[in-house]
């Protein structure tokens, strides 16, 4: 199983950025998908978390500022970010809980795509 984003960048502030992750190998089904995000000397934090029904969960501080979306087909999710503030650059880390048809339900996590936003 794989998760690979992309999408990552330098954008300034006030601007917008749409950050992709694709899921693949021999997935059976998927739960929750989310992005993560950690920024220099933090630690990971939760931004935006959806269910496979749809049903979304955001982080205070970016609520109204990132949508997160999700296409079951495609074993994708999206996060769309605006509105870009100083306190947004991180690696931003998508996330999966799934299984295959070989294992149970693990969370998986892809590599990272970086967020820069200039002032």
């Known amino acids: 199983v794989q998760l690979v984003e992309s999408g990552g960048g330098l954008v300034q502030a006030g601007g917008s950025l749409r950050l992709s992750c694709a899921a693949s190998?021999?997935?059976?089904?998927?739960?929750?998908m989310g992005w993560y995000r950690q920024g220099p000397g933090k630690q990971r934090e939760l931004v935006a978390t959806?269910?496979?029904?749809?049903?979304?969960n955001y982080a205070d501080s970016v609520k109204g500022r990132l949508t997160i979306s999700r296409d079951n087909a495609k074993k994708t999710v999206l996060l769309e970010m605006s509105s870009l503030k100083p306190e947004d650059p991180a690696v931003y880390y998508c996330s999966a809980n799934l299984n295959t048809f070989a294992t149970e339900y693990h969370d998986y996590w892809g590599q990272g795509t970086q967020v820069t936003v200039s002032s």
């Open positions: 959806i269910a496979s029904s749809g049903s979304s």
């Open positions: 190998g021999s997935i059976q089904r998927i739960n929750t």
